[in-house]
Every structure is written in structure tokens, then in C-alpha cells.
């Protein structure tokens, strides 16, 4: 919501350094183009606030994040969970970022002949109203490069970029090195 009113404030300030803008330049324009242009002016600032509100209003979340804690000079972990879409369009998960590793990238972890194999995923759609769940062995968010081992009850964040250019940031808890479900 913050981020709604400052998009809102900030359309407003654009609004009135425009119509100062056009006071001082365009004295020679009749008042009838004045109230045309204004009036342009308002339908286009009242359209570029409705935008954003709908972009996030198609309302990914990506809930219950968890991941292992790392044994010392781990180069990987990862983090599980479930997306859901509370909004009314499909939405495609494009990009995953984190400060803790240099890498995030969706895997799908699958049994072939007796061997765990995996593979990286380039996009995820997820439809309305449907729930993707992330577990051991299944689908799974794969940090790769990590920058520092993941501690036991420590709390990272993964920020998550779908192809209309909603973002959302997941806290994810640190489970124990063997946690196999959800810590808790
Ligand atoms: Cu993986």
C-alpha cells in the first residue's frame, strides 16, 4: 500500500511541475488548448496510477520459504516452499535474485533410472487460483555461488520477478542441515 501512495504523491507532483512548466512557456496558447492539454494531462496521469495498482494486484505470493542451514564451504542450497496466484491472470515467475548467493535458479529435481538428476527451469507459470509447491526432490529454488553458509534460524530473503514486472521479496527461514519439511 506505501508503495501505491508514492506512486500516487508522486504523479501529483508531476502534475503540478507540468501545468507550472506551461505557465511560464506557453503564453501564446489560447485557453482553449490550455483546458484540452490539461485535460489530456489528467486522463494520462489518472490511467499511469491505475497501472501499477493492477500490475500488483495480480497478486503472486510465494509462501511457508524455507531452506537447510549450509555445512561450512557449501557452494549451494535450496529453498522450498509454495507459489501461489491470488490474482485473476496467469503468472509467469521470470527471475529470482538474493543477496546470499550469486545464483538463484528453479530446478526440478527428477528420478531417472534409480539416478537424481536435475534441471533448470527458464520460466514457471503459475494460473489463477493454483498453488506450486516447491519440496526435496521435486521443484526447488537452487542457490548457487553462496556468499556466506546458511545458519540455523537465520532468516534470507529471494526476490521474485514475474514477466509483467511484479516483484515480491519471501522471507525464508533456515531449517537444521537435515530438515526434510517446513521447520516448524
Ligand atoms: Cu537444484
Redesign the pocket.
Given at each position: 500500500m506505501a508503495d501505491d501512495i508514492l506512486v500516487g504523491c508522486k504523479a501529483t507532483i508531476e502534475e503540478i511541475r507540468v501545468e507550472t512548466t506551461r505557465k511560464e512557456t506557453d503564453k501564446s496558447e489560447t485557453i482553449q488548448d490550455q483546458f484540452v492539454n490539461r485535460w489530456y494531462l489528467r486522463i494520462f496521469l489518472v490511467s499511469s496510477l491505475l497501472l501499477p495498482v493492477q500490475a500488483r494486484a495480480a497478486g503472486l505470493v510465494f509462501a511457508d520459504a524455507w531452506a537447510r542451514a549450509t555445512v561450512p564451504n557449501a557452494g549451494?542450497a535450496?529453498i522450498y516452499g509454495s507459489f501461489r496466484n491470488d490474482g485473476d491472470e496467469p503468472l509467469t515467475i521470470i527471475k529470482l535474485t538474493t543477496d546470499v548467493a550469486g545464483i538463484v535458479?528453479l530446478?526440478r529435481?527428477t528420478l531417472d533410472n534409480g539416478m537424481m538428476k536435475?534441471s533448470a527451469i527458464e520460466e514457471l507459470s503459475v494460473s489463477p487460483g493454483e498453488v506450486v509447491n516447491l519440496v526435496p526432490g521435486g521443484l526447488?529454488m537452487?542457490l548457487m555461488k553462496l556468499r556466506t553458509p546458511l545458519e540455523e534460524n537465520q532468516i534470507i530473503y529471494v526476490n521474485i520477478l514475474t514477466s509483467d514486472e511484479e516483484s515480491i521479496r519471501a522471507e525464508v527461514t533456515v531449517g537444521s542441515v537435515g530438515q526434510m519439511s517446513a521447520p516448524r
Open positions: 549451494a535450496a535458479m530446478h529435481s536435475m526447488h537452487m
